[in-house]
């Protein structure tokens, strides 16, 4: 197929090609084979996607690739598409070498799925402002991808105009059941939870006192000693329960519930643990949720799971036979002894069914819609995405107040100007506002300690609108969530 629509365009009198958004290093050799058996005097672009999360940007891998593509003859070597304009400084750093002309092409952040369709949510000055520093850093073509429009493209035209080409000089590193009902405690009229003696010890605790739970970082490959470590350290400083993630951002880690099960089993703390509908059919999602009874994890928050284009597999299939909503009316028919279509399971499950919600969505009465049918499909708490100021959550509090659900509030403290400008650009559904910013770009080396203070004054003055805090500290520092909850 390349080799036939190589032989099209140089036939049409193209002046170069461009191979990109290849995934396998084979895939790439065979497409460049292909072009150079039409032509060996086509300048050629040739250029391989990289994981988002940088984890092999720890390795030789990215220098690795450059030498591999740059023996094959080819013109240009490169990286396009997967990841924004931050992660893609990033991977140029790790490629870079004197002998080798570079081209960069990120996307426009990570999209959000907005009814089938990837809306992304970089804006073309932070777009523009990075391919500036990808061009001071030695890349000789420069561009954008995905989510990127001819605004995007235009200030980037704008933003490296003057620039001079020059070298960069970069350092590359390697059965008996009693029933009780439970409410939230900040209001008599919030949403009743039936407790089971079956139910999660983190159930029983709603209402009964400020809830506390904190995301692991999950780690690629077999080894989880990380994450038991940060469990049991959480533990130990009277975290309720620990979030696990399943893929985010698409990227490939261990199946949530048996990282779920690993951490109950080792450390005795109760898990919150995220399902997505993305990466299976109804019948994987059912039996995954069966098993994860059986193993005694509790508490499941239902989520679609972001798009697959983004992942480590762009080309791997979505699924999303249900979304959320669909996930967690399954998640109430079990507890009522039911699969989806209503045969019996046997006996009923007693599963704490939570859901997420993004306070700072841009259609924000879409974003409560959606939430009032997670309700009404049997919803019992939700979590929201990090939040940093009053007036968001007040306003969002009062839009849900008809609902009556617990509220699980998203702390996310900010460690640099740097890490709050990628989280609000690259990343969806975190919106860090401008005075939060501009606070920490002034702290500059104090920015870590200026980020918790931000966090920890926010969740005070919020405490008495939610029923607990859902922290997610960033790198494994699970210290800062105890220090944020220390000073509160």
Request: hydrophobic share 45%.
């Amino acid at each position: 197929m390349i080799k036939e629509q190589a032989e099209i365009l140089i036939e049409a009198g193209v002046d170069l090609i461009i191979l990109e958004t290849f995934v396998s290093l084979n895939e790439l050799d065979a497409a460049i084979e292909a072009v150079k058996e039409v032509s060996d005097k086509i300048p050629l672009i040739a250029q391989k996607t990289f994981p988002e999360d940088g984890a092999i940007l720890a390795t030789d891998f990215p220098i690795e690739v450059v030498r591999h593509i740059k023996e094959k003859g080819v013109t240009v070597v490169g990286s396009n598409c997967t990841v924004g304009p931050q992660r893609m400084f990033s991977i140029i750093k790790a490629m870079y070498q004197d002998d080798v002309i570079l081209s960069a092409q990120p996307a426009a952040g990570i999209p959000t799925l907005v009814d089938g369709r990837s809306v992304y949510h970089a804006s073309p000055e932070y777009l523009a402002t990075y391919a500036k520093q990808l061009v001071e850093a030695g890349v000789k073509i420069i561009g954008a991808c995905c989510g990127s429009t001819p605004s995007h493209i235009k200030a980037i035209a704008s933003a490296v105009k003057d620039l001079k080409l020059k070298k960069a000089q970069i350092e590359i590193k390697i059965k008996k059941e009693e029933k009780q009902t439970q409410t939230n405690s900040t209001s008599d009229e919030r949403i009743s939870v039936v407790i089971e003696d079956k139910s999660s010890n983190f159930a029983k605790k709603i209402g009964k006192k400020f809830l506390t739970t904190v995301e692991l970082d999950i780690p690629r490959g077999l080894d989880m000693s990380s994450v038991i470590e940060g469990a049991r350290y959480l533990k130990e400083n009277g975290i309720d329960a620990v979030n696990i993630t399943d893929g985010a951002r698409a990227r490939f880690r261990m199946d949530p519930v048996t990282i779920s099960h690993l951490v109950q089993s080792s450390v005795g703390i109760e898990t919150i643990t995220h399902i997505a509908c993305r990466d299976r059919n109804l019948i994987g999602l059912q039996g995954l949720l069966l098993g994860a009874w059986a193993l005694g994890i509790k508490n499941i928050l239902a989520i679609t799971g972001d798009p697959t284009k983004i992942g480590d597999f762009p080309n791997a299939t979505t699924v999303l036979d249900v979304d959320s909503i669909g996930l967690i009316r399954i998640l109430k028919n079990m507890n009522q002894g039911l699969d989806a279509v209503g045969n019996t399971i046997g006996e009923p499950t007693h599963f704490l069914i939570a859901c997420a919600v993004n306070p700072t969505a841009q259609n924000l009465d879409y974003e409560v819609s959606r939430l009032e049918k997670k309700v009404e499909a049997g919803a019992q708490i939700v979590f929201t995405q990090p939040l940093y100021e009053m007036k968001t959550l007040e306003l969002f509090i009062k839009k849900i107040e008809h609902l009556k659900i617990p509220v699980m509030l998203g702390i996310l403290p900010l460690r640099s100007y740097k890490h709050a400008e990628f989280l609000h650009n690259e990343v969806p559904g975190i919106n860090i506002p401008d005075w939060v910013r501009e606070k920490l770009f002034l702290a500059r080396d104090d920015a870590g300690k200026v980020g918790v203070e931000i966090s920890a004054q926010f969740l005070k003055e919020a405490k008495h609108l939610v029923s607990g805090a859902y922290l997610l500290p960033p790198f494994k520092k699970y210290h800062l969530a105890v220090e944020i909850l220390q000073k509160i």
